[in-house]
């Protein structure tokens, strides 16, 4: 899948003015640091219940040297874009308001990700506007580059579900994972994804040094992923000791033999072109696989495998930050798109090394 | 100072009765543990207003192989001794029911360090039971040994106090601290100080990976190490990525020149048959001087030095963990002196190598 | 499986000495730490050709109380029993001389794990002495008690097998699992594992926080798995951020339907009167599943599962410390079975709670 | 200090050429990392040794989008600026040969820091070239701005030095420190400080979790810290656990009393105008003084302080990012200063939130 560079705008001056919803929460803090380092995003407010008045960058200390002050959210002003960061079931509840102020509203929550309520019913506590659903777009460019443009209302997608389907995806698209074969998959997170706050099984005497199954059956981003990849998966999810990352291991057993090669070749089709995805299947030196902390703070997904004859298997490996190509750095990406923008505008931080566990 | 062995029993195989008030937390779980292994104790009752009629195990997953349950607070029946693990100010209030169901209480909380209901208006929110304050005898059996055998209410010290007091009783003991000097102690602690529970800031996104000041000046604890120490320190504490430990690092600059040889003989004089320190100062290997993880889990302090001529100062180095020598491990130490059995009997866990961030 | 009792000698206080190979090491610093505290064993001598001279508490903090240094290999005398914590490929090339100084020896490495030599050939670099592979006892009491005592060689498991064997054993005995069965095994396993050392991989800015596929395939203890379960495990290791620690989450595809009273009465019937076996499979807390930390530096293991009906999948954790249950103490808890002394004798440190990343 | 504007160019996209030797090591990944997104500099060569003919990106994952191969450094072709991140020594031998291929040099170790050679006789091991001493130019703008513009030769500071000086430099502008004082610095410092490789003490399995006094006296970087702030510091280092950052916690005592008011007019004075110095003393909220994690990644060092009335004591903090602002980033910095380039070109990024142990 190239990258479709027809929409962009001439002028890669041309601003919008945003607003974040939910601003005072981890995701909502890398939202404000990402759009106030944007060349195309003018941030207009930043709204939060618990901080109205406060600054910024006294929640967020990567933007202490702003001006700009939480607000209240229903002092809410018309904006061009607005990104939501608030709870799920939050943001289903006020999406009209959203389009009130807003032609463009980019949700991190999980409210639109799904086609439709009969999903919702199933997987979550149902749904209070599925009018919406069918007018969402998934934020992810990978699967859904083509379907941006214009796009009035994006769904980002779930940490956990993002780095498992860009590692399936170019399987799926080579006809190697067809539907019919059992996939596990096995992913570690960090303690960001439960999100500012948390009880006590993610204090710090209680989080550390965790290989702790959290959700070892029926997590929600199954229902993502068999939607977007036509085919079931046996989901694990462990905390790991880390803040930032989600790494998806996903073992396969493919109905047909396939050779390296034809792993190579459907991966480089799916990805050659792409801005934010990095191969690393093997090779020499410390770092052969994707590891979540090689692209800590980035939007990058790293994505490799390894094939095991004796046991007809290829396993892959995909690692992502949860907080960026995981959360608001997969919306502002769909941002860029669906607005015409430089798809990689505001998102080129290419990580660093060494790095401990951010 | 030697071990005093004249008020050990004949039989080792005394026991007596005890119980925990606050058993739900940290240092109640610390406690049961402890108590659990001793040979001396058979542990009674286990109590927790929030978690009553839940196996300790299901808190505590080193206890899973015990049927004890926590029991009200309120239901407490006589036992012989009484270890008290609530918050700071909780003791104080009820000291009398203490007594009232056993003879011996060991109180690990700031309640009755100190000497004088003035130190606890300047540095607490004053005392309730101030006429208590002369019967309690101080834990830490390295400088109050000889008052302990007997002791009907017994003190646990501070876990920064113990740490800060075993590294400089020596030099105050032999003449090279004696008031006069301006002392600075800047102590790295664990998140397992803060207790059970915990807010954002010790939320595991939030306290991993930090360096923080956390108590830059101030520290009540500074208030016990004076009234041990008969000598002003300026003390400072930072948090740092770990969940047990407490290392404290003392900058002396003693009025007249001292020597290595000085030194090894007030440190050797204080503990050379103290069988809960160990002296590292200096050496070869990875472990040259006092480290808290080398002391996880463990009831030893370690203590070194060393000497900076070009500044006339002398730098010392104490580690312990803050659970054990800090806090429950002191207990037992001083209730095994107190009633006098083995000083080392249930606390013989010397710890672990390798190990990583306890 | 019951304890067997019949073996116990009837005088706990009987001691056989008792030296080790390889002590430098980090398996061979745990078998020192071990011995030491055990009632039934003296530690006579040991061996390290690069530290001879220096005492070992120098190299293993929690043996600076001890004064036992380090000796050169070729100095060893006669013993009871000989522990050897050599490299693997190091015991096969002497198990001539240490049985010329030893009656009985406990191996540590890989050298006598598995049956046969064709698998030495197929999974290691061929054997140097395999006639003396059907004389050596697999050190898993779990799975092999009944063959343990009186045994001369004892090899102990590898640590990944260990924890991997000890989730899926119930699952084999109760023919949940038969060999048809398509199994995934991912294992997450600390730094320790690599032993003392190390290169750029395992350098602390390299190895920090890391979600690293290190074994993505071909692992060699699939071949001890595969031997003591008779069916064969797609299995993949991640390197993550903790020191002592093995956890393995195997994903099982019953051919029949099973419930989870089903799975109850299979690792009920297998552990319930396991001494080192403890189950947690749900429930309430923090602590709902095994957690390596929950059993950092002890010989537990911890054993749990979850019901997967979407999927028709069962979801097995375990849990151990990988330089305890998966090699030292395992080896202690087998001599323990061979010489017929208390199975517990030694290994009775339950963990620590809180605690961070052992 | 205000930041000085008038070397800047005119033309913010000018470019000049620059290579780095010591490319493989951390620092020089780092310089790699920067000036590859510079606009002002543009990436001529990598130099090492070790690894020529490899990808830089094989070393330094934030590097694998880049083309860029190490080459031999006998291969080193002209340019504008050669950046030398070589190990102490090396440079001061090869300062000629790095004039002969550049204009500017920018050397990251401790070759050209001191003003002496009697400095590097008593400190270090003595000195090869003397001559340039004088010609060199510390790199801290902070403290050296006006001397950067037009440089030849500049010296980077070393990370803990930087990190004192910085805490410490408001207080001797003010005249609150006039020498006179015992001032004791304590610092803690990451991993990364070590550099790439490293033996037994930096493995992850020793290193991990550590509060351990590295350099318990006599540091070299006192000599730094004195010759910059005409003041003797009593300076002792910990490492913890982190890779990256170094934090300096100073103690002063000074003669006269001071408030408050006259620190925050000190600091104020001295930064307010600095784009690289964030203020952080007190205030509300979990960051409330500088924090290495708050400024991982990033060119930016945190100050802030507290008042000890009872102990006459300002206490001051001061947090870097050992890498950037420490090492790579200061270099930049520093160049771009002497190069008449905006001076945050190139560093803005502004780092990250949450974040764990980077």
């Given at each position: 899948m190239a990258v479709d560079t027809e929409h962009e705008t001439d002028d890669a001056t041309e601003t919008v003015t945003a607003s974040v919803v939910g601003a005072s929460g981890f995701t909502g803090g890398e939202l404000l640091r990402l759009l106030a380092g944007h060349p195309n995003f003018e941030l207009a407010e930043a709204t939060s219940r618990s901080y109205a008045g406060k600054s910024v960058g006294s929640k967020h200390p990567p933007l202490r040297g702003t001006d700009l002050r939480f607000t209240e959210p229903d002092d809410l002003e018309s904006v061009d874009v607005l990104f939501a960061a608030t709870p799920h079931g939050v943001s289903m509840g006020q999406i009209d308001e959203f389009f009130d102020v807003a032609d463009t509203v980019v949700d991190l929550s999980a409210d639109f990700r799904l086609d439709t309520e009969e999903q919702y019913d199933e997987w979550y506590?149902?749904?209070?506007?599925?009018?919406?659903l069918e007018r969402a777009e998934y934020a992810?460019?990978?699967?859904?580059r083509e379907n941006l443009p214009g796009a009035e209302l994006i769904a980002g997608g779930g940490c956990n579900a993002t780095a498992t389907i860009l590692g399936l995806y170019p399987l799926v698209e080579a006809g190697i994972v067809d539907g019919d074969q059992q996939i596990v998959v096995d992913v570690k997170v960090g303690s960001?994804?439960?999100?500012?706050?948390?009880?006590e099984a993610s204090s710090h005497p209680e989080r550390s040094g965790v290989v702790r199954p959290y959700a070892p059956t029926g997590h929600r981003h199954e229902a993502e992923i068999e939607q977007f990849l036509d085919t079931s998966v046996a989901f694990t999810c462990h905390a790991v000791d880390m803040v930032r990352g989600a790494s998806a291991t996903s073992h396969v057993f493919p109905s047909e033999p396939v050779s390296k090669g034809d792993l190579w070749k459907a991966y480089r089709g799916a990805y050659e072109d792409e801005p934010f995805v990095r191969m690393a299947a093997g090779g020499s030196g410390v770092y052969r696989y994707p590891e979540p902390k090689a692209v800590a703070g980035t939007n990058y997904a790293e994505v490799g495998f390894e094939l095991d004859p004796s046991n007809k298997r290829v396993v892959v490996f995909s690692a992502i930050d949860n907080m960026m190509k995981g959360s608001a750095g997969q919306a502002v990406h769909a941002a860029n798109v669906a607005l015409g923008f430089e798809e990689t505008a505001g998102l080129d931080f290419a990580g660093l090394h060494p790095v401990g566990a951010p």
């Open positions: 506590d149902g749904h209070d506007a599925p009018e919406y992810l460019p990978e699967i859904n960001s994804e439960g999100g500012a706050g948390g009880g």
